[in-house]
């Protein structure tokens, strides 16, 4: 599995499509309380870094979600789009937007502490609470 990928993607409705010059091949799972209440689950996702560009940015809609960060959705489907770090703009979009998931790897879970008991992940992972993401990025 290579280091890094072109990723490009679109929302639901496609009025949003974008393109990510270096993302990672690797998902993440955000199981913190705002991702669940986001989309009714984890927040799966792929680290983009801060060169994503957007076709029909007019359709996107921002939501600061807290002192650190903003999460992106298309305003005319709903489809969450992305979880951006207000500080330095690493962007992790949603993969399920991805047009070719083909070669991507689960590797990391955070919040851990904070996944309900009714769901499990069988892939192992690295695994982190939301303390320790907290002291790895910031915030609180």
Not at 44 to 70: H, K, Q, R
């Amino acid at each position: 599995m290579t280091d890094k990928i072109e990723a490009s993607g679109k929302c639901l409705c496609g009025a949003v499509k974008f393109t990510a010059k270096s993302a990672s091949p690797h998902v993440g799972a955000c199981h913190c309380a705002m991702c669940r209440k986001w989309g009714s689950g984890p927040f799966l996702e792929v680290e983009c870094g801060t060169d994503v560009s957007f076709e029909g940015e007019e359709n996107i809609s921002v939501y600061s979600s807290s002192d650190w960060a903003e999460r992106g959705f298309c305003a005319l489907c709903g489809s969450n789009l992305f979880y951006r770090l207000k500080g330095t703009g690493q962007t992790m979009m949603a993969v399920g937007l991805l047009d070719d998931q083909s070669e991507l790897a689960m590797n990391m879970q955070v919040f851990i502490d904070k996944k309900p008991p009714y769901y499990t992940f069988a892939d192992k992972t690295e695994e982190m609470t939301g303390a320790e993401v907290f002291a790895m990025f910031g915030g609180d």
